[in-house]
């Protein structure tokens, strides 16, 4: 069974950093797009940043310049740096993965469980 598990969220001032990060484990044959989204509290999850597995990575336009989408093929991890962090970041943040299980005959799309960003001014 494939699953994956965020980590490195917390309470930051405005400025400050945090990275996450989102392991995918289980029985994996390839991974293909990784993403990362949030939602803020009463509102919608939107997409925040994606990253091929060639790695070309996309933004929304409030994070770029500021967040940084990565990954790390061998450990089947993506992060996402975020930087100049402000409270309007403040959401929980979900990692959401196209992957191709062990035997599997197609893609699914799998979601992790979030973890929570505050960001205090």
């Known amino acids: 069974q494939v699953q994956l598990v965020e980590s490195g969220g917390g309470l930051v001032q405005a400025g400050g950093s945090l990275r996450l990060s989102c392991a995918a484990s289980g029985s994996i044959f390839t991974i293909n797009a990784m993403r990362w989204y949030r939602q803020a509290p009463g509102k919608q999850r939107d997409l925040v940043a994606g990253?091929?597995?060639?790695?070309?990575?996309t933004y929304v336009d409030s994070v770029k310049g500021r967040f940084t989408i990565s990954r790390d093929n061998s450990k089947n991890t993506v992060y996402l740096q975020m930087n100049s962090l402000k409270p309007e970041d403040t959401a929980v943040y979900y990692c959401n993965a196209d992957i191709l299980a062990t035997g599997a005959a197609y893609r699914m799309n799998y979601w992790g469980k979030g973890t929570l960003v505050t960001v205090s001014s």
């Open positions: 990253i091929t597995s060639g790695g070309s990575a």
